[in-house]
């Protein structure tokens, strides 16, 4: 591994920390029993499309040492610990290999989708089989703040994307 690539990989860590504790400050972006409405995988999605899926998933899994210190790892079963932390956010490294997509005008970032949506399918089963609710509850509690992590890092990662292309490249 390149000494880069390690300072890249903690930059990105330090920008979800970052995101993470502001996060946990906003009260209207935090869950009641868990989850939020995710800007800190911004980062994650930007190690990916960066660094290549390699370096994202290491990102990723290296994120859920960051939410044990912000306070925001939940156990309740060790299989429920992978599908919601090493499933969840590892999967987000993934997201540079799915092909953008052109839709009208707009470049379009299908690993945005597709990792969120992965990851939203890991909290609702994990709501359902290991937090003990109904698949309509699991549903309802988890969709909503996926769906506005998914809204947020699709407007904002390609943004922040096009920026660090153009800085890399000077």
């Known amino acids: 591994m390149k000494t880069k690539n390690v300072v890249y990989i903690a930059l990105y860590l330090a920008m979800f920390y970052v995101l993470d504790y502001i996060t946990q400050l906003i009260p209207f972006l935090q869950m009641p029993m868990g989850g939020s409405i995710g800007i800190s995988v911004i980062a994650l999605l930007l190690a990916s499309y960066h660094l290549g899926y390699r370096y994202g998933i290491l990102t990723g899994l290296l994120s859920i040492f960051i939410q044990y210190l ?13 599908l919601e932390y090493p ?32 990851r939203m399918l890991a909290h609702i089963i994990a ?8 698949w309509p509850a699991s549903i309802s509690y988890n969709a909503p703040y996926m769906l506005m992590t998914l809204l947020v890092t699709l407007i904002v990662t390609p943004l922040i994307i096009d920026r660090i292309k153009i800085s890399i490249n000077k």
């Open 70 to 82: 912000t306070g925001g790892v939940y156990v309740q079963h060790p299989m429920q610990f992978l």
């Open 87 to 118: 499933l969840a956010f590892g999967i987000y490294g993934l997201a540079t290999l799915f092909p953008n997509v052109r839709l009208f005008k707009f470049k379009v970032y299908t690993g945005i989708i597709v990792t969120n949506i992965i």
């Open 127 to 134: 709501g359902a089989v290991y937090w003990k609710t109904t």
